[in-house]
């Protein structure tokens, strides 16, 4: 069986280290750079399971766009570690999104990217920076047309 698992995916995992408090850009590929977020109510599904790793304490959303196939969000951990969170976002957001597209089988890629944003950074920049993304794509003109994204500060 062929994977859809970009062949240097395991080192996506090495020297991950996740700190309580910590603010993260992560980022998730759906498998096959399927695009079934140009559905939004396939990518209010997803969003449902960030708001649920919200209510539940583990992280604090900061800013988050799905794209048509793939998130980037920026978080900060709370009482868990990241691949711990992603795998419930992930796993979680898969058993739905299969059942509501028909689809069966991996949904996501393995593994994820992560970037530690260091506190001299801009945070606000960073998420600035991710919910421009549709922008950058060609997707939107404005932001504001664009239906799946969120800031806590826009």
Avoid: C
Wanted: hydrophobic share 45%; proline share 4%.
């Amino acid at each position: 069986m062929h994977s859809t698992a970009p062949r240097h995916a395991h080192h996506l995992r090495r020297g991950r280290y996740s700190q309580h408090g910590g603010i993260y850009l992560l980022t998730t590929v759906v498998a096959g750079r399927r695009t079934p977020f140009v559905d939004v109510s396939a990518g209010r599904l997803l969003v449902a399971e960030l708001r649920a790793v919200q209510q539940l304490g583990w992280a604090s959303s900061l800013a988050w766009v799905v794209m048509p196939d793939h998130l980037h969000w920026l978080v900060q951990l709370e009482t868990r570690e990241l691949p711990v969170l992603m795998r419930r976002v992930k796993g979680g957001s898969a058993r739905r999104l299969n059942a509501r597209l028909g689809w069966s089988g991996r949904f996501w890629q393995d593994g994820f990217h992560d970037r530690a944003i260091r506190r001299e950074e801009d945070v606000r920049a960073v998420a600035r920076y991710v919910v421009a993304n549709p922008l950058r794509a060609g997707l939107v003109s404005r932001i504001g047309d664009y239906p799946l994204w969120d800031a806590a500060w826009l």
